[in-house]
DNA sequence: GTCGACATTTTAGTCGACAAATAAGTCGAC
DNA sequence: GTCGACTTATTTGTCGACTAAAATGTCGAC
């Protein structure tokens, strides 16, 4: 817990906090369910309270904190047995999303497309497990963006964050070693969207969707029981 | 600017604010653009900046507000050439929502719509507009829940406050009255949940979907420009 | 040993005040 | 009269302290 300052420019204690928790969270660095104290945050980030305030009031309302009442502020939990209704939902959401981007998509739109799957395909390279998660949840993130539909955009970008504890929690548990199969996955999609194909974009969104599934289904079957899953 | 005070319990302060302006900006009460100032709402309120920022950070997180760096915070604007893609990511998780409620419902789910559908009935007989834009996202929300599905049930809530905006916007315009058409458009809708029918929910969604669509363009077509539709 | 009342501790919520940053207003040089 | 530097004012972001409420711990009666 060192006193990691970074800027002391005004405005950038609640923002540097709230995204390094939010990274932590998303990470699952904080486990669900454990217990977030304000004064040590405080003392951590060497600012008062009300910027870590400010943090942790944004996080609880987007549902990665929360508080119980009179009783503290805790990550919260990771209900693994929400994984099918999740998927369910993210599925339905990339599919429109991808469907769209084909129809629509300018030539900037692939371009930062591309861009973004280069970044994720490095990721994948240097075996960085928590880079990789970021950039895959970027390169959709970029897909919705060409959209240009800020409401399909968000809803996908909030289902998308989402999934990163339950990507993270995978790949945990094979040691952080990332399989070179991710490294074409993304390739069809992006060919069908470049060829402005929604059928095919919608095929390969849902094929990338039901994979996951599968993997982390399999995953499920296997492992032992942890305590994420705990309701409270 | 009368100091309503309601409770003076701890950590009534901050949720009353939020959901007090909450409410002032997605009925309209809060014009789109107009500036927020943190100190005169802490006078309003009886209480200091503290309770008042929280719900401000709050309201940022979900867009509702929006906050000018060193410049202040406004409302959110409310950007009406943005409706056609609002309509489309409503469609989509509107059929998704009300086809999965069909498939799986409880007959506790079912008797939870039925009975947001009567409040809703009340508000329109009521002609009381607010009222009834607020029982109409409850009833789709309702629908939501019936699905079990969190992430879906969230995606459209989201949805749904957003949009409350836009049917403010077209009820003002025609002096707030209530057409009785509204009176029936749930009821095959519930029919087909209640019926298991998610073909017929499905379609009866969309259909739900186009309707307000049409009314809307419609009055889009003929209505003079207002100030909403500003960027900045 | 058990139960209940009381004290203690912890932590969230609130407060008033200060500091930084920007915008607006003012004055003077040219 | 116009431009630029300076001052003022407004408003945010931050701080440290106070307070209330709950959980925990302690003690004594029975």
Same mark, same amino acid.
């Given at each position: 817990?060192?006193?990691?300052?970074?800027?002391?420019?005004?405005?950038?204690?609640?923002?540097?906090?709230?995204?390094?928790?939010?990274?932590?969270?998303?990470?699952?660095?904080?486990?669900?369910?454990?217990?977030?104290?304000?004064?040590?945050?405080?003392?951590?980030?060497?600012?008062?309270?009300?910027?870590?305030?400010?943090?942790?009031?944004?996080?609880?309302?987007?549902?990665?904190?929360?508080?119980?009442?009179?009783?503290?502020?805790?990550?919260?939990?990771?209900?693994?047995?929400?994984?099918?209704?999740?998927?369910?939902?993210?599925?339905?959401?990339?599919? +429109?999303?991808?469907?769209?981007?084909? @129809?629509?998509?300018?030539?900037?739109?692939? %371009?930062?497309?591309? =861009?973004? &799957? #280069? *970044?994720?395909?490095?990721?994948?390279?240097?075996?960085?497990?928590?880079?990789?998660?970021?950039?895959?949840?970027?390169?959709?993130?970029?897909?919705?963006?060409?959209?240009?539909?800020?409401?399909?955009?968000?809803?996908?970008?909030?289902?998308?964050?989402?999934?990163?504890?339950?990507?993270?929690?995978?790949?945990?548990?094979?040691?952080?070693?990332?399989?070179?199969?991710?490294?074409?996955?993304?390739?069809?999609?992006?060919? +069908?969207?470049?060829?402005?194909?929604? @059928?095919?974009?919608?095929?390969?969104?849902? %094929?990338?969707?039901? =994979?996951? &599934? #599968? *993997?982390?289904?399999?995953?499920?079957?296997?492992?032992?029981?942890?305590?994420?899953?705990?309701?409270?």
């Amino acid at each position: 817990m060192a006193t990691d300052k970074r800027k002391n420019a005004r405005g950038f204690g609640a923002l540097t906090i709230y995204e390094t928790l939010r990274d932590e969270i998303l990470s699952l660095e904080m486990q669900p369910g454990e217990l977030v104290d304000e004064s040590r945050l405080a003392t951590r980030f060497g600012v008062s309270r009300s910027p870590v305030r400010e943090a942790l009031v944004r996080l609880v309302s987007e549902s990665l904190l929360q508080t119980l009442p009179n009783k503290g502020t805790i990550v919260a939990q990771l209900r693994i047995q929400e994984f099918p209704q999740y998927v369910d939902t993210l599925d339905l959401v990339q599919r +429109a999303a991808s469907r769209l981007a084909a @129809e629509v998509r300018s030539d900037r739109g692939l %371009e930062l497309i591309k =861009e973004a &799957q #280069q *970044r994720f395909v490095d990721a994948v390279k240097a075996n960085d497990v928590l880079g990789m998660i970021l950039c895959n949840r970027d390169f959709h993130v970029a897909i919705a963006q060409a959209t240009n539909n800020k409401y399909l955009e968000e809803a996908y970008a909030q289902l998308l964050d989402d999934g990163r504890r339950f990507l993270r929690l995978y790949f945990k548990s094979y040691g952080d070693v990332l399989p070179v199969e991710l490294l074409g996955g993304h390739d069809n999609l992006i060919a +069908a969207i470049e060829a402005r194909d929604p @059928e095919r974009a919608e095929r390969y969104a849902r %094929e990338h969707t039901i =994979e996951m &599934q #599968q *993997r982390f289904l399999s995953y499920l079957g296997s492992r032992q029981m942890t305590g994420y899953s705990v309701e409270y």
